[in-house]
């Protein structure tokens, strides 16, 4: 990689960026201020995660529309299916489609605690958004085993499923042991797997909330990790530099080993993705041009 210049990188690698809806004012404008900052990377597709309450997903909805109006680029949903009966999520793959919407992350979604839920995996709403039109679907994957898995076996199954189903990627969950992220890989083409297996970088940020997350997801944070942020737990500006130059490392020897599309969890913030692309190579599209 580090023999490699700029121009020969930059049109060789693709990325995407994972945003949320915001949910006020303040957050609304952080997320446009974070899309002004990474449109120019032309990103291949900008996602919008969809929550579990009704307004949380009306926000999504707006949101992906908006992007597609203010920037042209590829907004894609995310649409889970655990508590959506059949029928409605086939009238909003309908309405995504009429509104021009193309590419969709198709999820099961989480449990949640005193709800009723139907037996869907997100095979089958692959299946559903393959009959309502020819849509680009990415779905999730697991280096590092999903939590409700039976066996790692198991959820490499569940993903070729899903692969079956007409998905046309898969994203995976957040990790910082690359070797897990590589050995999966090799299993998926293994398993007959052929679609791209798009690695998901988090640049950390908030170590405490991420130590959270990780566990709830089954995600592995590894000591080295908890020691470069220690001492930090007051100190966001350095904190964001240490987990941009975390990321960094990560993508370069993701770049070494042949992965050529990166998804990023931007977490709305704009500055560590945008440090970690331009270490790639992946740089506003003017500059091309000069
Ligand atoms: P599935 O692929 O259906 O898998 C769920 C579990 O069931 C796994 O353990 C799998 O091994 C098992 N399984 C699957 N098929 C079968 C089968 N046929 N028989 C037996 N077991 C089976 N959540 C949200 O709510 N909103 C979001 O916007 C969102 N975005 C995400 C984006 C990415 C990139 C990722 C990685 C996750 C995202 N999630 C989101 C979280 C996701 O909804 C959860 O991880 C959820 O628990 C599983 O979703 P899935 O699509 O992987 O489900």
Known sequence: LL???????????????????????????????????LVPLAPRFVSVTYGHSEEGRERTHKVIKQIG??????????LTCIDTPEAELRQIARDYWQNGIRHIVALRGDKQPGRQYTNYYASDLVRILRE?????????????VHPEAKSAQADLLALRKKVEAGANRAITQFF???????????????????????????????????KRF??????????WLAQRFAGLENDPTTRSLVGA????????????????????????????????CHTLGVRPQLAKAC
């Open 132 to 144: 309502e039109g020819d849509f680009d679907i990415s779905v999730a994957a697991y280096p590092e």
């Open 69 to 78: 109006e203010r920037t042209g680029l590829t907004a894609a949903p995310h």
């Open 245 to 276: 130059s975390i990321a960094i490392d990560q993508v370069r020897v993701l770049r070494k080993e042949g992965v050529k599309e990166f998804h990023f969890y931007t977490l709305n913030r704009a500055e560590q993705s945008y440090a970690i």
């Open 176 to 210: 910082f042991d690359v070797e897990s992220y590589l050995r999966f890989r090799d299993r998926c083409v293994s398993a007959g797997i052929d679609v791209e297996i798009v690695p998901g970088i988090l640049p950390v940020s908030n170590f405490e909330t991420l």
């Open 3 to 37: 023999n490699h210049s700029v121009s020969e990188l930059k049109d060789d690698i693709q990325v995407s960026f994972e945003f949320f809806p915001p949910g006020t004012e303040k957050a609304e404008a952080s997320l446009w201020e974070a899309l002004d900052r």
């Open 214 to 223: 990780a566990d709830l997801t089954n995600v592995a944070v590894p000591s």
